[in-house]
């Protein structure tokens, strides 16, 4: 029997389960017996669950949403080398398990015959390489199921642009052709895959590209089934999860899943404070800016009460009440992200009156009036803040400033550019041999 290694951290491995996606891959595939590829496409989709733990801190307690309390925690705010103490909770976590996705995905497109799983698993390959080149840059790339176990120069970092270009836009193209539009609970579709495609591009400052991929999922939306919730405390909780009409994709989380992230505090232990390192995790920042929401917008930010505790100190958009915090699923792309997302788009293609457009769908279902930009920069600044409040501790904040150069502006402070990026997990480093470098700063 012929077993698929990857030397990329160690041996990642590609494994099959049962066709339930709500279940642990317990098995190590073999690409000479296997016929039906669906639970190797599972195990792909698997794995994706370990990055949420990490994304969701990363996205929020290095940006002005959240804060850590406890040293060394404390130098997510810090900007400085030191952040690589965190390695094994949050970098090295989401590294190995992206991999581990990816080279699952591979095995599924060299050797399944089904066009649907493939189409799938190029999406599964794309967002995983996403989330690699959005946090670390310059990353290995492997397209592989079977790759050389002893060409180590294979491990060598590929430039973003170029995994942008050459593997994350063609598989989400492919990806686009051959899968439905039909929205199905945590799996791939063709909207999934445009949004993400949109958000590719947006990341790459392509903004034309960006728009025309982010209007085929906001005008084709309805057709779909997809639309905005009437009240925005229907999205999160999870007893909103199933058929939710304005989640594109979401991955899985269920207390009955393994999980591979093996640290006791997940995403909503941090957000509510459960964790000792962040008793109180709401940077006054963002009350500060729901406070300025309601002032200037003609009432009260309905959201406020969905984010916030009523003390503006813990996060509560995915509450533990009655023992369903590890019943949250994880939302990577809902409509409203992609709204906002067009809205930038547009603004920076020179459409600020379509933009503010598409910016007061989301600022009427929160209770406010329309927003008065009237400029290029003013619709920027009121987009950018508008995804602040609606997307709180949802792991896109950072992203959102690193994306729009404002992280000086917003952080109220100089931070070196190296800093952007999260360093590479060092053990990475030594197990290459130094075939993979350190991201510069680290």
Known sequence: MKKIYILLTSLFIATACSTDLDQAPPNLASADSLTDFEGVLNAAYYYQLSSVTPLAVMGEFRSDNAVMDEAPYTEFDVYTNNLTTMEDQFFGPLYTAMYKSILSANNVIENSTNATHIAEAKFLRALSYYKLVKSFGAVTVNLSAAPSLTDTSILARTPATDVYN??????????????????????????????????????????????????????????????????????????????????????????????????????????????????????????????????????????????????????????????????????????????????????????????????????????????????QAEARTAILEERRLELAFEGKRWDDLVRTNSVNAEMGTTVNSDYYLFPIPVSEILATGGVITQNSGY
């Open 166 to 375: 050459n593997v994350v836009i063609p598989d989400l193209n492919d990806a686009i052709a051959d899968l439905s539009a039909t929205i199905d609970n945590g799996r791939a579709s063709k909207y999934a895959a445009q949004a993400l495609l949109g958000k590719v591009y947006a990341a790459m400052g392509n903004y034309a590209s960006a728009e025309t991929q982010l209007a085929a999922v906001v005008n084709g939306a309805s057709g779909a089934g997809i639309a905005l919730k009437d009240d925005f405390s229907e999205i999160f909780g999870a007893d909103n999860e199933i058929e939710n009409s304005e989640i594109i994709f979401s991955t899985q989380v269920s207390s009955s899943i393994v999980d591979e992230y093996s640290f006791g505090s997940d995403f909503w232990n941090w957000f509510v404070g459960d964790d000792s390192k962040a008793d109180f995790p709401v940077d006054p920042d963002l009350v500060a800016a729901f406070d300025a929401s309601d002032a200037n917008g003609g009432g009260t930010d309905l959201r406020r009460a969905v984010t916030l505790s009523d003390a503006g100190t813990t996060a509560i958009k995915f509450p533990k009440e009655g023992d369903l915090g590890s019943e949250h699923d994880w939302i990577e792309i809902r409509l409203a992200d992609v709204i906002l997302l067009y809205a930038e788009a547009l603004n920076e293609n020179g459409s600020t009156a379509a933009a503010v457009t598409q910016l007061d769908k989301i600022r009427n279902r929160a209770g406010l009036n329309n927003s008065t930009a009237s400029t």
